[in-house]
């Protein structure tokens, strides 16, 4: 189960901090990332993260004004979002799928996940 949270609505500029709380067997190498979804846009992976040894992956788009940690366990995923700009608008999930080999972390992350929360709406204002 994946439950996120945090959205809301800020200022261009701001900042906000999304949380992913996951729960998943203990003896699992799992990525949780996110995701956002704006009206009329296809679904867009941002960043993820792999639980076992907290390899990061981000999207070109966000590089460098959001930051994607976990803590200890593993089983919250925070989505640090600054500078945020109008275009990052949209309804933002986390997903999480399960790792059984090597697969590079950007290749799951844009198409490997199967695990999905429900959004939270983020709506940056001008």
């Known amino acids: 189960q994946l439950q996120a949270s945090g959205g809301g609505l800020v200022q261009v500029g701001g900042s906000l901090r999304l949380s992913c709380a996951a729960s998943?067997?203990?003896?699992?190498?799992?990525?949780i990332g996110w995701f956002r979804q704006a009206p009329g846009k296809e679904r867009e992976g941002l960043s993820c993260?792999?639980?076992?040894?907290?390899?990061?992956y981000y999207s070109d788009s966000i590089r460098g004004r959001f930051s994607i940690s976990s803590d200890n366990a593993g089983r919250t995923v925070w989505l640090q979002m600054n500078n945020l700009k109008p275009e990052d608008t949209a309804v933002y999930y986390c997903a999480a799928a399960v790792l059984a080999d090597d697969s590079p972390l950007a290749l799951i992350c844009n198409y490997g996940m199967t695990h999905w929360g429900k959004g939270t709406q983020v709506t940056v204002s001008s």
């Open positions: 993260i792999r639980r076992s040894d907290r390899t990061t």
């Open positions: 998943a067997g203990a003896s699992d190498d799992y990525a």
